[in-house]
Every structure is written in structure tokens, then in C-alpha cells.
């Protein structure tokens, strides 16, 4: 197992954080300039529940990078414009030691090379939409990695087996391509969902199933248009006009379903 710190008090340091815990690693710092997220995540992290191998070494906040050097690995669990500046600072006092900290970001849209100033470096990002507010199996999440060196594709390789997740080699070109299309099943879906609640309140739970029926479907098959339903795709003009009525004087609503109606059609013709 590794000693392994973050540096990054958000989302994904608060997940991340605690799934290495649990599957065995010591997190001996938690970095950051939010002291209050910090702190907190620290008291998390030392709870005995959180625990479950009796690590002996407590975790630490921290606002001062230059401990971060006394860990096997360094994450920066950060956004994304303040990688390569956080690279730069950190390799000025790393260089100094012997031993080199393997050195990650957790981007999906930035390339490892926002970590050339740091000579033992990589990638290490989990392909799943992470919060605080709700916990994720890690078991079923994708690991997409990248190193510098042969020896930090072990690291990250060892890293993701021990959280009993599965991981893919991937260069920086791949994961951004992979990072594009997360943003369409999750961040645009989950803002067509929102618009969903707004039109079922307080009956939206109702729309779960076929919710996750939609989404398992799509996947099963060659292409997701291939199992494309609804009045846009069966050209039903008529239910498309009642639809409309419905959302006059709610313009996003009407955009939305206009634009995606128009593209579905457009789909159909060209199939």
C-alpha cells in the first residue's frame, strides 16, 4: 500500500480521499487553501469508521506543499487551470530529494503535459461524476491512466486494483475525446432531468424507471438511435403540437425540445 496526499479539498478529494482509506493506503496530508473543507476532511478521514485497516499514521491538513514530498504519491485534485502552476511550485522543492513522489492530476480535459515541470508524473482520472453529498462504489469506476514512466503505470495500475475498480492506458488525446462524451451522458443529461422535474414536480420519482430503462438501452446496442423512441422520432405531429402548447410561455423548455425534436428527425432522414 502507498502513502498517498492530496492536495484539493472539493468533490473529488473528498471522494477519492476516502475510498484510498478504506482500501488500505495511508493519507498522511490533506492540502489546500480552503483550511475549513480541509479541516473537515481530515476529521472525516480519522474517524475509526473510515478505517476499516487500522492504519495507525492520522491524516493531516495542511497549507504548506513542500510536506506533500514525504508521500509515494501526490494528487492534485484541483481545477484544472491551477495544475501546471501547482506542478511548477511543487517540482522546485521536490528536486531537492532523493526520493521523487509520483506526481498525478485527476483532469479529464488536461493533458499530462501540464506536468512536464515535475519529472516522475501522470494522470489518474476516474470516469464518474463524484460530490460530496453522495457516495460512489468505486468497484464501478473506470480508471483512465497515464504516466511519464513505466514504473507510474504500475503505481496508478496497483492504485485502481486495490480499490477493485478497472483502469485503461490512455493518452491525453483519448481521455479529453472520453471527457466530451462524460459531459454528454452526465452533465447534459442531468440538466435535461432537471428540466424533467420542473414539468413533473412533485410526481418526478415516477420518471425513475424509465430513466434508467433509457439509459441501460441505449448501451446495449450498436448505436443508442437504433432504439430511439418518442413523437419526434415517429414524425407524430400532433403530440408534438400539444407538447408545445404545454410549454408556452416556458421559452427554455420550448428551445430545448424544438432544437432536440428538430435533431431527431434529422437523425431518422439520415439513417
Known amino acids: 500500500m502507498f502513502r498517498i496526499s492530496i492536495w484539493g479539498t472539493g468533490n473529488v478529494a473528498y471522494r477519492l480521499s476516502l475510498a484510498l ?20 476532511l481530515v476529521h472525516i478521514l480519522n474517524k475509526s469508521d473510515n478505517n476499516p485497516h487500522k492504519i495507525i499514521e492520522e491524516t493531516i491538513f495542511t497549507n504548506d506543499y513542500t510536506f506533500l514530498k514525504e508521500s509515494d504519491v501526490i494528487i492534485l485534485a484541483v481545477s484544472d487551470n491551477a ?32 506536468l512536464v515541470s515535475y519529472p516522475f508524473n501522470g494522470v489518474f482520472y476516474p470516469l464518474m461524476t463524484l460530490s460530496k453529498v453522495k457516495p460512489v462504489d468505486f468497484r464501478l469506476v473506470p480508471f483512465l491512466i497515464e504516466s511519464s514512466a513505466k ?6 495500475a496497483e492504485i485502481v486494483y486495490s480499490l477493485g475498480a478497472e483502469h485503461k492506458y490512455s ?28 414539468l413533473s414536480v412533485p410526481d418526478q420519482v415516477l420518471l425513475t424507471p424509465l430513466a434508467i430503462e433509457t439509459v441501460r438501452k441505449a448501451f446495449l446496442y450498436e448505436h443508442p438511435s437504433l432504439v430511439q423512441t418518442g413523437p419526434a422520432k415517429r414524425g407524430d405531429m400532433d403530440t408534438i403540437e400539444k407538447h408545445l402548447q404545454l410549454l408556452e410561455g416556458k421559452e427554455e423548455h420550448k428551445l430545448v425540445y424544438e432544437t432536440l425534436s428538430k435533431l431527431i428527425k434529422e437523425q431518422k432522414k439520415n439513417k
Do not use: M, Q, W
Open 151 to 156: 514504473e507510474g503505470e504500475h503505481i496508478l
Open 83 to 114: 495544475i501546471k502552476p501547482l506542478a511548477e511550485e511543487l517540482s522546485i522543492d521536490v528536486l531537492k530529494e532523493k526520493k521523487i513522489p509520483l506526481l498525478v492530476h485527476t483532469s479529464g480535459a488536461t493533458s499530462i503535459e501540464a
Open 171 to 198: 493518452t491525453s488525446e483519448e481521455r479529453l475525446k472520453l471527457h466530451l462524451a462524460a459531459v454528454y451522458v452526465s452533465n447534459f443529461v442531468n440538466y435535461l432531468i432537471g428540466l424533467a422535474f420542473d
Open 21 to 40: 482509506k478504506a482500501a488500505g493506503h495511508s493519507i498522511p496530508y490533506i492540502c489546500g487553501r480552503d483550511e475549513d473543507s480541509g479541516k473537515k
